[in-house]
């Protein structure tokens, strides 16, 4: 056990996962500790299953009421009579052929919103612009902790010594025939990449989402696959910063990073 | 065998709903969507109540989590595909705020579902059954009946997956990436 392990498959998975959970039993607990201080790898995969057992077991979200007072009513019920279906189910059901027109409609609505010159831009198109490479070097710092690129009046921000996060690109588009401009930025590190857009005129619809309001602003998170964005207005443009393989609370910190603390 | 039956005290239906957060919180783990999840508990409930059960004392929720795994079964076979959701940006996951839910930490649900809805469905189920349900690696192995030993492996397997999918890091490195270099945007046109 000198050497550090580096398959998988070499590591004792099941009592990992018993020691991260707390069911290992004690007498073995004290052989695999002294395990894990020889090899650092055996230490990352126990960190990883203590991560999953917090992260999981930390879930909390209730049975919605509607569901809650359906049990109710047929465990009351449940020695005279056999269970029924819930009369009155709050949630629309739609059956499956009208919803692949619908989804069908919907797409091609989409489509026809993406291709049409004359529609709003959408936050879909916004986004792209956000995760697309960059056309232009580097924006500069201009003082007070702007660059010297600006969108419809508002600079966008120098993070370096703030956040650690450095401009890296630019580029500018045309979304349904508005301005859009996005600047890209890059940790410290230099794996993480998010795009800053913001687009000119009046917002952005924006649909669904988990809405937040931080210091009395309304920001909005939505996530496509691996995509995240947040979404926000200021001074009535919709500001976006998106990114791939960043969590909700990096681009929360980066969109209020220039708000008074 | 049926004599064993008999001899098991009866599943009490009003203890049932002691056992309502945990159950849809593990359904919703594995349909990956919280409306499906509310179908399968319902299906599930009315299953285990259209007759009297008899279960072993301190067993309610393994026997459950059995209930829970068939009917999943059932549907994912009556419906012949599981039905998933594709994500659009107009179209995603967006998470109901309850009262006694803050927004982000909704979000944060939301993606730790979303990553387990990604594993393959054994892992599903015994990530619900043990880390979610709350049941002992013996209680799960019973209630999906499958050896104790696959379970842990299972579970050590889904755990390592899920953290690395929420991971802030960037994923697999041959994941088409925007380059950019460090110095002058020479390959970024």
Same mark, same amino acid.
């Given at each position: ?15 990992l ?15 695999l ?13 126990l960190?990883?299953q203590e ?7 930390a879930?909390d ?7 809650r007072?359906w ?11 056999s269970?029924k279906?819930r009369r009155s189910?709050?949630?629309p ?7 692949g ?5 919907? !797409?091609?609505v989409v ?9 709003a ?6 986004t ?13 710092e201009?003082?007070?902790?702007t ?15 703030t ?7 630019? %580029?500018v588009?045309?979304? !349904?025939g %508005?301005?859009a401009v ?14 800053y ?6 917002p ?27 979404t ?9 910063i ?10 929360l ?7 008074p603390? | 065998?049926? =004599?064993? /039956? ?5 599943l ?5 709903g002691? /056992? ?15 409306e499906?999840a509310?179908?399968l ?12 059960r008899?279960?072993?004392d ?15 079964? =059932?549907r ?7 039905p ?5 940006l ?7 705020? #309850? ?10 649900? =939301?993606?730790i579902f979303?990553? &387990? ?8 189920l ?11 690696y013996?209680?799960?192995a ?8 696959? &379970?842990?492996t299972? &579970? ?5 997956r ?5 991971s802030?890091?960037p ?7 925007v #380059? ?6 020479? =390959?970024?046109?």
């Amino acid at each position: 056990m000198d050497e550090e392990m580096t398959d998988d498959s070499q590591f004792p998975e099941a009592e990992l996962a018993r020691l991260a959970d707390g069911s290992l039993p004690a007498a073995r607990q004290k052989e695999l500790h002294a395990e894990l201080q020889r090899s650092p790898a055996l230490a990352r995969a126990l960190a990883e299953q203590e991560q999953a057992v917090s992260l999981v077991r930390a879930i909390d979200i209730p049975a919605p009421d509607s569901l809650r007072r359906w049990l109710q009513e047929q465990t009351q019920e449940q020695t005279q009579t056999s269970p029924k279906r819930r009369r009155s189910w709050p949630r629309p059901r739609i059956a499956f052929p009208a919803l692949g027109v619908a989804v069908a409609a919907v !797409a091609a609505v989409v489509v026809i919103a993406l291709s049409g010159s004359n529609s709003a831009p959408t936050l879909d198109q916004a986004t792209r612009a956000a995760l697309a490479p960059s056309t232009m070097p580097a924006p500069t710092e201009s003082g007070a902790m702007t660059l010297d690129v600006s969108a419809g009046g508002i600079q966008f921000p120098y993070w370096e010594h703030t956040v650690g996060w450095e401009a890296k690109g630019a %580029r500018v588009d045309s979304l !349904a025939g %508005r301005k859009a401009v996005t600047v890209f930025y890059r940790d410290m590190d230099g794996t993480r990449r998010v795009g800053y857009t913001i687009v000119t005129g009046p917002p952005v619809h924006v649909n669904g989402g988990v809405r937040i309001t931080s210091h009395g602003i309304p920001y909005t998170l939505k996530r496509a696959g691996e995509t995240r964005l947040v979404t926000w207005l200021r001074n009535g443009h919709t500001c976006v910063i998106a990114g791939q393989g960043v969590t909700y609370h990096t681009l929360l910190k980066l969109a209020t990073a220039d708000l008074p603390a | 065998m049926r =004599s064993i /039956h008999r001899a098991l005290p009866r599943l009490d239906p009003t203890s049932l709903g002691q /056992h309502l957060d945990v159950l849809y919180r593990a359904a919703w783990a594995l349909c990956g969507s919280r409306e499906d999840a509310e179908d399968l508990v319902q299906e599930t409930f009315t299953r285990v109540l259209a007759r009297p059960r008899n279960v072993k004392d301190g067993g309610d929720r393994a026997y459950l989590m059995s209930a829970l795994r068939n009917t999943f079964y =059932s549907r994912l076979r009556s419906n012949s595909r599981r039905p998933r959701a594709t994500a659009t940006l107009d179209d995603v996951d967006a998470v109901e705020s #309850r009262a006694n839910v803050q927004p982000e930490r909704a979000a944060e649900v =939301s993606e730790i579902f979303a990553a &387990i809805d990604r594993l393959p469905d054994e892992f599903r189920l015994a990530l619900a059954a043990v880390d979610i349900l709350g049941l002992s690696y013996g209680e799960a192995a019973e209630a999906l009946d499958t050896p104790e030993a696959t &379970i842990t492996t299972r &579970i050590y397997r889904a755990r390592q997956r899920v953290v690395r999918e929420l991971s802030d890091e960037p994923k697999a490195p041959s994941r088409s990436k925007v #380059r950019e270099g460090t110095g002058p945007d020479r =390959s970024l046109a």
